[in-house]
């Protein structure tokens, strides 16, 4: 997979975020300043500002554990409007969460994708071309659970940027 670097992290309540987010089929307030449940969160939106990617995570202090039980950060939306291959966005934007430097938690990176609310007979197929597997179904069985087991740290360190903006390499 080819590291192609489109992302560039901003706040809960980034105006250009929340537009993409209001043609996004998860959205449930058009309009909304914002579209991030509660938590840690890294937003990222893409150098040309043609795709948003969230993720999402119950604060490990907070006592509250998400409402599938899994500890992991989980994507809430990915849209990508922009002509850029969306599995390379996925890799990069797992990339940016690693550079974040948040602990991953035990059960990897998560996502959910709403079926019916896909035009794509593979629902998932880019994250799934991204690497990430189909581990079963949301408790309702409208959406595809999808994982990834977190890159070993040793990997990561390959793509962590330096304070100076510089990278390893």
Request: hydrophobic letters at 35%; aromatic letters at 12%; one cysteine or more.
């Amino acid at each position: 997979m080819t590291f192609v670097m489109v992302w560039q992290r901003v706040g809960k309540f980034d105006p250009r975020t929340a537009a993409l987010a209001d043609r996004h089929y998860s959205r449930r307030k058009v309009g909304s300043p914002q579209f991030m449940p509660p938590g840690q969160t890294v937003i990222l939106l893409s150098h040309d500002e043609q795709a948003v990617f969230g993720w999402w995570r119950p604060h490990p202090d907070s006592g509250i554990s998400s409402m599938n039980g899994l500890d992991g950060w989980t994507c809430t939306i990915f849209r990508n409007e922009s002509p850029t291959l969306s599995s390379a966005m996925i890799f990069d934007g797992e990339l940016a969460l690693y550079q974040a430097g948040y602990d991953i938690g035990p059960d990897g990176l998560l996502t959910y994708v709403w079926d019916s609310r896909v035009r794509s007979t593979n629902p998932g197929f880019c994250f799934k071309k991204a690497g990430w597997k189909c581990i079963g179904r949301s408790a309702d069985g409208r959406k595809t659970l999808l994982w990834k087991e977190p890159m070993p740290a040793e990997k990561r360190s390959l793509f962590a940027v330096r304070e100076d903006g510089s990278d390893n390499s």
